[in-house]
């Protein structure tokens, strides 16, 4: 039993290619400034990593309760129309990434998504694609929807809900273009249905306490007290569901934690520390792109925690690495899962024939809008 328990916990650490690279980069990196090493502790935002944690514990413990497959049996025998259940998918899709993590989003709606290719005729490909576009444009609007601005927020002084307030204007236009490119693109015909299969399990008392503890876990967030917030869903799971703890995606916390040391220790190599001393003097329009460029490159939390040192946690570097999820798959880690999970190799073209224009349209309306605003 302790066995099967041990290979549960650490085989998702030994195929995660992405935590590989970021570890042999660290090592790399760490040779020529071995001083740092007992900085690391240091380097991390642990208050941003506490609240993902705490955010993958709830959403795991909802997709375990079974929640989620009795609402998509329920949508696939209700919706019979092949574009009204694509924006159906779309849109919870961008729902459940405002009070999930963007990444945690696609892990429950993709799954649901290829399932469907069994059930129905969808094009389940396209569709997945626009349901990364959709967690990316809907996971904006909150502090919680996903991680860059989880830093942001915890760096920006903001309550909860000021946070909503400044990111709206972005958030409903992305997701206004999204709903109408999604009704263009996908007929208004019946749907092939199939034989569906038997229901899972369903655990509501199990649902009622992830409800319970997300609730008290936000508010413990946003007092600033977000580890007794962590250890009460913890305790909360071990009462309840250990399981739940067993199979979150432990792999995705070293993740981000390596991240934060990797970006330090760059930005601490010494040809890099002049350039990116220059970056504080930039003209607003400077940092604006520079966000939405370093996201192509390194990816948008990567780009967020380099920059957050530089730039103010405000609306502006908040809406750059945000637009910058769209554009290359890199530009946000929940693009490459999305890409990744649906074993399609002709998606990731595809992806990028619809991504780049919403980098180019997220882009102009977001500096449009922090015009208005300011």
Known sequence: MLSQTL????????RDRFLHI???????????????????????????????????????????????????R???????????????LVAAAAVLSTFMTNDVALFIVVPLTITLKKLTSLPVTKLIIFEALAVNAGSLLTPVGNPQNILLWSRSGLSFLHFIGQMAPLALASMAALLVVTWVSFPSHALKKKESQQNSAFSKPLLTACVVLYLL?????????????????FIGFMLMSRQVLLRIDWPLILVFIIMFIDVRLIVSIGPLQQALGSIAGLPEYGHYLLGMGLSQIISNVPATILLVNYIPANALLAYAVNAGGFGLAIGSLANLIAMRMS??????????????PFLLLSGVVGWILLAWIN
């Not at 290979?7 to 030994?14: A, D, K, Q, S, T």
């Not at 502790?41 to 497959?69: C, H, P, Q, R």
Request: hydrophobic content about 55%; proline content about 1%; aromatic content about 16%.
């Open 343 to 356: 074993g399609e190799k002709k998606i990731w073209l595809l992806f990028h024939c619809y991504s780049f």
């Open 7 to 14: 290979v549960l916990l650490f085989r998702p650490f030994l």
């Open 217 to 233: 876990f936000i508010v413990c967030v946003d007092l600033g007290l977000a580890m007794y917030g962590l250890i009460a869903v």
């Open 74 to 88: 329920k949508m696939i025998n209700t919706l019979d129309n092949e574009r009204w259940l694509a924006l159906f």
């Open 22 to 72: 970021l570890l042999v980069l660290g090592a790399v990196l760490t040779v020529f400034q071995t001083e740092k090493v007992t900085q690391f502790a240091n380097f991390v935002d642990w208050n941003t990593i506490v609240t993902l944690l705490g955010l993958l514990m709830l959403t795991k413990g909802v997709e375990i309760s079974g929640y989620f497959d009795v609402v998509g």
